[in-house]
């Protein structure tokens, strides 16, 4: 008999944890072997149940999806991570995928189409919503090449911190970086929070002069 599929399932909302554990458990050669609620459990959890794959959320406290998964793919190139989250902006679906996942899906995702994902990705293809395919053929089809350490003057920071940094720097404010990137007002005070960290920023106006003097926000 072929094993069953391992999975380690994370998300922050205990619904959806507990929804999708049901709805995997109850399908044949899926195992589900653990769960956790934010990024830092997940390290953990995965390390102890060894998953041939993860269903994982982005937005997520202590450590979002995408470091998490750039964490655990370079701990186990061999691990599957399939993302499950209702953010669809390019940017972060390159970064997901830049950060080693091999499947986006998005939470309105029905039960067939979740199911075909995570066979699909534990038998080594891409998948990604049938809403999404179309999009992300496009984005990669015009993606520039990431730049490198040596290139970028902030390695420490992820993408998105990168982005959001761009537009500290150009002046605009937390409400209207929500806006252009369309997540909530939440998701920019904490990606703030951890530029402010990684950068070793007093605040608002002393990353400004650290970014502008890196080139930012020109």
């Known amino acids: 008999m072929t094993s069953p599929i391992r999975v380690v399932v994370v998300d922050d909302h ?3 944890r507990d929804g999708l554990t049901a709805l995997l458990t109850a399908l044949d050669g899926i195992e589900v072997v653990g769960s956790a609620d934010d990024g830092r459990e997940a390290l953990h959890v995965v ?5 041939d794959l993860v269903v994982m959320d982005i937005q997520m406290p202590h450590l ?3 470091e998490a998964t750039r964490f655990l793919t370079g701990r186990d190139p061999a691990l599957r991570v399939v993302m499950l989250t209702m953010n669809e902006d390019d940017d972060t679906i390159l970064s997901a995928i830049r950060a080693g996942a091999c499947g986006y899906l998005l939470k ?21 919503g049938a809403s999404l395919a179309a999009r992300i053929a496009a984005l990669f089809a015009g993606a520039t090449p990431a730049t490198t350490a040596e290139d970028e003057p902030f390695p420490e920071l992820t993408e998105r911190e990168r982005d959001v940094l761009q537009r500290i720097a150009a002046g605009r404010s937390n409400d209207e ?11 920019v ?17 002393d990353a400004i002069v650290k970014a502008r003097e890196a080139g930012y926000g020109r």
């Open 14 to 16: 205990q619904i959806v």
């Open 47 to 51: 390390g102890e149940t060894a998953p």
């Open 64 to 66: 979002d999806g995408i």
């Open 108 to 128: 309105g995702a029905g039960a067939d189409e979740v199911q075909h994902a995570i066979r699909s990705a534990a038998a080594g293809g891409m998948v990604f």
């Open 177 to 187: 970086i929500a806006g252009e990137l369309y997540v909530s007002n939440k998701t």
């Open 189 to 205: 005070r904490n990606t703030v929070s951890a530029i402010y960290a990684k950068l070793h920023a007093t605040g608002r106006a």
